[in-house]
């Protein structure tokens, strides 16, 4: 799929929304809650559920967490609602969020109101249209530019100087996503166990405390639909902390798929970085280390954790998948798909120590 304008739909079976409830607590607390009220929800997104609210001519989002059990620490609606009611001053590209309700007898959930920006989303590929290889570099550019400038934000301009733990935080990374590994996989994957050793040997000192986004990459963002190399917004901010920032740029890279690699790939996460003019990976690497002044000489090591986060995700889909939780047939080849990101982060370890 490539980049789409937010499709709006009637709320999906079970994942409608109390209005009765809703309306009334949004007049008394929302500014500019007046006017006609309508409530539609966004059909994109993988996790937390995302609504239009209108009032009249004026329109919010309406952001909460997915149904069912939600871990402790995700999906943190006052975490996003914190970042989002701080960081636009200094950030301009995040929305800023105007009232949380950690009340779930509203509408069954914690939830947050944020502003709308209007722009399309980039998923998969690119429509033809925007596939002129100038174009293509200069999207990539931007997408380097922008991380490096949320990373040269200093927490304490946002009043975040207090958020997360940054002291630890990439091993304690490291140790939190081997638990979930060994909780989630259905068989013994010796590249993992290998990955998982060769990363805990040389975990690498912090260079700084930036704000890190923890999932940036191109669906998490917002473009104008008029120039798709001009962001708009960045988008779910629930898992923002402080940290390493070169943990947001090992995870970026591996969605950054080049020219020739499996084609396979594509269909996992990865970002049209592979059409022609895009920048490589190790351009996209020299324009951060630019932009940030940081050593990249440990880049290896932050993209082979990337490549280990990233099948511990696509593993605890598929244990889902095979133990009838979903039925969802694109997962029926995911565990071959963990094997090759095992195999990947190995050898780039391997490479790295």
């Known amino acids: 799929m490539g980049p789409a304008q937010s499709e709006l739909i009637d709320p999906r079976p079970g994942e409608e929304v109390d209005t009765a409830r809703l309306l009334p607590y949004l007049r008394e607390r929302l500014p500019g809650a007046e006017g006609t009220f309508a ?41 996003e609602h914190t970042v989002l009611a701080r960081l636009t001053d200094v950030f301009p590209l995040a929305p800023r969020s105007y009232l949380f309700c950690g009340d779930e007898s509203v509408i069954g959930a ?24 100038a174009t293509v570099r200069r999207m990539g550019e931007m997408l380097i530019d922008t991380l490096a400038a949320l990373h ?13 733990r940054p002291e630890g935080f990439s091993l304690r990374q490291l ?34 405390a930036a704000l890190l986004h923890n999932d940036y990459k191109y669906d998490n963002m917002l473009v104008a639909a008029d120039d798709p190399a001009r962001a708009v917004a960045v988008l779910d901010w629930d898992m923002c902390t402080r940290g390493d920032p070169l943990m947001d740029l090992g995870a970026l890279l591996v ?36 932009a940030t002044g940081l050593d990249l000489g440990r880049v290896g090591w932050y993209h082979a954790f990337g490549l280990f986060k990233f099948a511990v995700i696509v ?20 565990g071959e798909r963990v094997a090759q990101l095992a195999e990947r982060g190995r050898r780039l370890a391997e490479a790295e120590a």
């Open 110 to 133: 914690s939830f947050h109101v944020l502003e709308r920006r209007h722009g399309i989303v980039v998923r998969g590929d690119l429509p033809e249209h925007f596939r002129d290889s």
């Open 152 to 164: 040269l934000v200093k927490p304490e301009s946002a009043a975040l100087e207090s958020l997360g």
């Open 39 to 79: 409530l539609r929800q966004f059909a994109g997104g993988h996790a937390n559920l995302t609504y239009l609210l209108r009032f009249g001519e004026r329109e919010y989002v309406l952001r909460r967490p997915p149904l069912g059990p939600v871990a402790p620490s995700s999906h943190d609606m006052k975490r």
């Open 315 to 334: 593993q605890q889909i598929y244990i889902r998948y095979l133990r009838g939780q979903t039925r969802d047939a694109r997962f029926a080849g995911f």
């Open 175 to 208: 140790e939190g996503w081997a638990k979930r590994w060994h909780a989630a996989k259905d068989r013994d994957l010796p590249a993992m166990d290998a990955l998982a050793e060769r990363l805990a040997r040389s975990v690498p000192a912090p260079q700084s």
């Open 255 to 290: 969605h950054w798929i080049e020219p020739g690699e499996e084609a396979d790939w594509k269909a996992t996460g990865a970002m049209p970085t592979w059409r022609e003019g895009a920048p490589s990976r190790a351009e996209a690497v020299a324009r951060y280390a630019a």
